[in-house]
């Protein structure tokens, strides 16, 4: 099956640049959603098709994925970023989604 | 306004079952995929399953070995999760959540989410 490994922590100052990153076999072949939840709260899409903002969510975050790594950046990071994400993909040779197990971001 | 509105949970003793309900409300819920995650206390997110907008295609994580079943009814704007012979590592908050991607094209991915139904399996 199809696994998506993000390291369990990052930790960044305020006002700087964190990136979370996902990597998975030739992840740069699929489509990588990412979701931010905060504790207690239900997950909230951030980033859809790799790099696609919905609306509301701030143009500090943003998505990238090209061979076996996609990247969320969050620029000029604040304190209200701090949560954890995840990072999701459709396999379709098991027709199944796939999580990433998440990472959890310190603002420092 | 999208609206998704999770019940049905509660605490079930292993062994026993459950149904978990999702009204939907604010968007033509036929028109779209609709999609069970699940997070156990502590934990990161769990698909669950999923199913097409028509009934048309259904899937699940190996993990639940046919004990769960999806199902919705587009009349009553409703997703639904059955839950048999359920066992403690199914404790977890369940989440329904909006699928306006195709599996076909690989694009699946959740747009919005209910709050959460939580399911405690324990003697």
């Known amino acids: 099956s199809y696994v998506l490994t993000q390291p369990p922590s990052v930790s960044v100052a305020p006002g700087k640049t964190a990136r979370i990153t996902c990597g998975g076999n030739n992840i740069g072949s699929k489509s990588v959603h990412w979701y931010q939840q905060k504790p207690g709260q239900a997950p909230v899409l951030v980033i859809y098709?790799?790099?696609e903002r919905p609306s509301g969510i701030p143009e500090r975050l943003s998505g990238s994925n090209s061979g076996n790594t996609a990247t969320l950046t969050i620029s000029r990071v604040e304190a209200g970023d701090e949560a954890d994400y995840y990072c999701?993909?459709?396999?379709?040779?098991?027709?199944?989604?796939?999580f990433g197990g998440g990472t959890k971001l310190t603002v420092l | 306004e999208v609206q998704l509105v999770e019940s049905g949970g509660g605490l079930v003793k292993p062994g026993g079952s459950l149904r978990l309900s999702c009204a939907a409300s604010?968007?033509?819920?036929?028109?779209?995929?609709m999609t069970w995650v699940r997070q156990a206390p502590g934990k990161g997110l769990e698909w669950v399953s999923s199913?097409?907008?028509?009934?048309?295609?259904?899937y699940y994580a190996d993990s639940l070995k046919g004990r769960f079943t999806i199902s919705r009814d587009n009349a009553k704007n409703s997703l639904y999760l059955q839950m048999n012979s359920l066992r403690a590592e199914d404790t977890a908050v369940y989440y329904c959540?909006?699928?306006?991607?195709?599996?076909?094209?690989?694009?699946?991915?959740?747009?919005?989410w209910g709050q959460g139904t939580l399911v405690t399996v324990s003697s």
């Open positions: 098709y790799d790099s």
């Open positions: 199913i097409s907008s028509s009934n048309s295609y259904i």
């Open positions: 604010g968007f033509t819920f036929s028109s779209y995929s």
């Open positions: 959540a909006r699928d306006p991607g195709i599996a076909a094209a690989g694009t699946p991915h959740f747009d919005y």
């Open positions: 999701q993909v459709w396999d379709s040779s098991s027709d199944h989604v796939v």
